[in-house]
């Protein structure tokens, strides 16, 4: 068997391999490099009937391999406000834990909020310019040309699109690195979904063999993607992460909460915070505050996040019905672990697509007792910390936020301490951090499975 390739021959197995998606295509510039990246990739396999050669080269590879820093490039959909971007950027504000990591980022449409926010940490972020997050040939060729320029040890895409644009841009480079998927959505909603995200799913499932790994920031959806048939190498769980130093039961914060909204000294505070979308289900929240006054007077509606202050006609015509002054409505803000511990419950009414919440996570861990509803890992995460409804039942939300303010504020900050304990035992932002680096070695330099004393462990593995 010759230890060479002709020219003929190297385009015949371009040709091959491209035809079964194992080479994408390039172009013709690429030829070049692509003949030389096979080459070299025959030569190891044909020089294997010298061990001692090829294990000396493989050792003295792996050794200078690992004296570099595993580069990773983060393929997000967006960087605005969403709970996979908020951990991405705990991630890069986490980076002096892990100085053997150098990341950056691609951002499929323009970055936002958070982009800002990781921006401020040196992180590089790219950003391919979609416009309503439908893919382009020039995005896509841009794309592979980034990861070209970059030349990640390993690949990790957030989110369904950006998991489908990593496989694409691994695809794209002369020696494709490992890809990961990084999926943060539940599935109990999935016919609620948008066509294309549905389509998107379909693909997913379709390609999930190919990923090195599938991680997942919730137990939940790690089983309902195995039965919607992901079929990954490898599948594993790790939930979302929280500084405590950020965020914490703080004396200040009822102040703070107080004079940030103009409430009044006395009023017992129930406040959801997240984007207005509509798997969040504020009008569930509405619906069931309308009765939570009724029986408790001095009960106040606190509504914050981005889109919250222009409710949908339905929402606005049942606030209008409450007591004026019962109710606060206000847009997206950065201030929330200055006043977060000061609610006296938090809610979030969600009617499908939950993972891990973030803001149940930060709740918990400034000692705010939850109302949530049983979406996702909610009820997991919860778990003593406060109380779990079933979704779209107003009844029950009703119910189960008058119990929690009957309780008294020395009661309910007995179970808020239970919640912030919880915190910091599962999900400290610390550990998680780790947990993400040691994923991130031992797929960046290119250990082979079988050999990783971490493979059969993550496999299926959840806290």
């Given amino acids: 068997m010759p230890s060479e390739l002709s020219g003929t021959t190297i385009v ?3 040709r091959v391999l491209g035809s079964l998606r194992l080479l994408p295509l390039r172009s013709q510039k690429d030829d070049g490099r692509n003949r030389r990246a096979l080459r070299r990739g025959f030569r190891l396999v044909f020089r294997r009937d010298d061990p001692e050669s090829a294990r000396g080269q493989e050792n003295e590879g792996r050794c200078d391999r690992r004296q570099q820093p595993v580069k990773v490039m983060h393929v997000i959909t967006g960087l605005n406000v969403g709970g996979a971007e ?59 040309r980034l990861a070209r ?3 990640p040890d390993l690949i990790m895409g957030w989110m369904h699109h950006g998991a489908i644009a990593a496989s694409w841009a691994a695809a794209a480079m002369p020696e494709a690195p490992p890809v990961i998927w990084n999926v943060r959505h539940s599935l109990s909603g999935y016919r609620r979904e948008k066509p294309l995200s549905r389509l998107t799913l379909r693909m997913g499932a379709w390609l999930s063999a190919r990923p090195a790994a599938i991680v997942y920031n919730s137990r939940t959806a790690c089983e309902q993607y195995r ?32 004079k940030s909204f103009c409430l009044p000294e006395g009023a017992e505070v129930i406040g959801m915070v ?40 339905a929402d606005a015509r049942m606030l209008r019905s409450l007591p004026s002054g019962s109710w606060t409505l206000a847009g997206h803000r950065t201030d929330v672990a200055d006043w977060l511990s000061g609610l006296d419950i938090l809610a979030l009414p969600s009617a499908w697509g939950e993972g891990f919440p973030n803001i149940v996570g930060e709740a918990m861990a400034c000692g705010v007792p939850c109302v949530a509803t049983d979406v996702g890992d909610s009820a997991w995460v919860v778990a003593d910390g406060g109380r779990i409804v079933p979704p779209a039942d107003a009844e029950a939300l009703a119910e189960a936020l008058v119990e ?28 998680v951090v780790h947990r993400y680096a040691a994923l991130f070695r031992e797929h960046g330099l290119a250990t082979p499975p079988s050999a990783s004393p971490t493979a059969e462990r993550t496999r299926g593995a959840a806290l």
Avoid: W
């Avoid at 504020?282 to 914050?304: D, K, Q, T, W």
């Fill in 12 to 14: 015949y197995l371009q």
């Fill in 404 to 431: 929690l303010l009957g309780l008294g504020a020395q009661e309910r900050r007995a179970l808020g301490q239970i919640a912030a304990a919880r915190v910091t035992q599962r999900f400290a932002l610390e550990a």
């Fill in 149 to 151: 320029e970059e030349r």
């Fill in 86 to 144: 908020t951990m991405l950027a705990r991630l890069m504000e986490s980076a002096s834990l892990v100085p053997d990591l150098d990341s950056c980022i691609v951002s499929l449409i323009a970055p936002g909020t958070v982009g800002r926010r990781i921006a401020a940490t040196g992180t590089t972020i790219h950003s391919l310019g979609m416009r309503g997050g439908l893919p382009s040939l020039a995005a896509a060729l841009r794309l592979a």
């Fill in 227 to 258: 039965a919607f048939g992901y079929r990954p190498k490898c599948d594993l769980v790790i939930p979302n992460g929280f500084d405590r130093h950020v965020f914490a039961p703080r004396e200040p914060g009822r102040r703070s909460l107080l």
């Fill in 274 to 313: 997240a984007r207005n979308h509509p798997m969040k289900d504020v009008g569930n929240l509405i619906r069931a505050f309308l009765a939570v006054r009724e029986r408790r007077p001095e009960a106040h509606l606190l509504v914050v996040g981005q889109g919250m202050d222009e409710p949908s006609a």
